[in-house]
């Protein structure tokens, strides 16, 4: 009984095998069927529907449209985005809440598109940036706002 079982198991491991090797043997003669990307070489095409972090985006003149208003940092179901507010004299006189720091947490950050949705200005969008390793996870902490940065004319 043991050495029927033994010669079974043999067999089906060589049946195992031979199966394996069909399929090699099958691309080794069909080149223009492998699907594997030669990557960094070659980037992929990305989905437009892609989401890879938060970027808050400026203008030419290093203005935005985030107003502070913290709507997408209520949004956030994990706390990945922290917005600083300060207080400014505008030009008539009044003090105004503006944007001082928009920090993201790309290491908390599900790529939930929620904080998008929330924001009333479309301050900020999704880009299609996929290459976030680092050797240090305080480089994956980043603000968002260019220094010298402003909230653009018209955005209320």
């Not at 079974?8 to 080794?28: D, H, I, P, Q």
């Not at 223009?32 to 808050?56: A, D, N, S």
Request: aromatic letters at 8%; charged letters at 25%.
């Amino acid at each position: 009984m043991f050495l029927l079982n033994y010669i079974k198991e043999v067999f089906s491991a060589v049946k195992s095998l031979l199966k394996g090797m069909r399929r090699t043997g099958y691309y080794f003669t069909h080149h223009k069927e492998i699907i594997t990307q030669q990557y960094p070489e070659e980037r992929p095409q990305l989905p437009e529907r892609f989401k890879g972090e938060v970027v808050l985006t400026h203008d030419e003149n290093n203005e935005h449209a985030c107003t502070g208003c913290t709507a997408c940092e209520l949004a956030c179901p994990n706390g990945t985005i922290k917005i600083i507010t300060k207080q400014e004299v505008g030009a008539d006189g009044k003090k105004k809440k503006a944007l001082d720091t928009f920090v993201y947490h790309l290491e908390l950050c599900t790529m939930c598109n929620l904080c998008i949705v929330a924001c009333p200005t479309d301050a900020i969008k999704m880009a299609q940036t996929f290459e976030h390793s680092v050797f240090d996870r305080n480089l994956l902490i980043k603000k968002l706002n260019n220094p010298g940065s402003k909230i653009r004319e018209g955005v209320e």
